[in-house]
């Protein structure tokens, strides 16, 4: 979620920024349907956890998680987090969309950090023609879930973050 936040940030108070990096988050766009939001956010309250969120997250193709995978992912989930408020989250995350003209009026350098085979990477795609300061790093094989595993992030955010941050100031 960090991601869609740090993208509503640059578009509604772009002089607070620098530059900006997103992992595993695009364009969100003002015409999206929150119609899934909603039925997280009523999941998240009947205690039902977040299968449908994993399931809008994994690659087309992929094998689904069992119901054991998906017990342990909702109670680690649960464990550190008050479903209430991952509800209101839910509910809230329509309220972070932003407009074509947003994102091509939009100042701040960014990079975005993307797995080939998140579900999330044609928010990604749908932004590189209408952001004219935007970089994009894609981790090959990658998916919304494992792409902050794999030693290739790190990396990539390493090296991405030095030369991407040396291109936009003057601190390296």
Do not use: Y
Not at 152 to 171: I, K, N, R, W, Y
Request: aromatic letters at 4%; charged letters at 20%; one cysteine or more.
């Amino acid at each position: 979620m960090g991601g869609f936040v740090t993208m509503k940030l640059i578009t509604t108070a772009p002089s607070r920024f620098e530059s900006a990096i997103v992992a595993g988050a695009g364009w969100m766009r003002a015409d999206e349907d929150s119609a899934f939001f909603e039925e997280l956010a009523a999941s998240l309250e009947a205690g039902e956890g977040i299968a449908s969120l994993i399931a809008e997250l994994m690659p087309e193709g992929a094998e689904p998680p069992s119901e054991e995978d998906l017990e342990m992912i909702n109670r680690m989930i649960l464990a550190q987090n008050d479903p209430l408020a991952l509800a209101a989250a839910a509910r809230g995350l329509d309220k972070l969309n932003a407009t074509t003209e947003q994102l091509r009026r939009n100042p701040v350098p960014t990079l975005a950090i993307i797995g080939s085979l998140d579900t999330l990477k044609d928010g990604v795609d749908a932004m590189t023609p209408v952001m004219k300061n935007l970089e994009v790093v894609v981790i090959e094989g990658a998916d919304h879930m494992t792409t902050v595993m794999l030693p290739q992030f790190t990396s990539q955010l390493a090296d991405g973050m030095h030369e991407f941050l040396a291109g936009v100031c003057e601190c390296l």
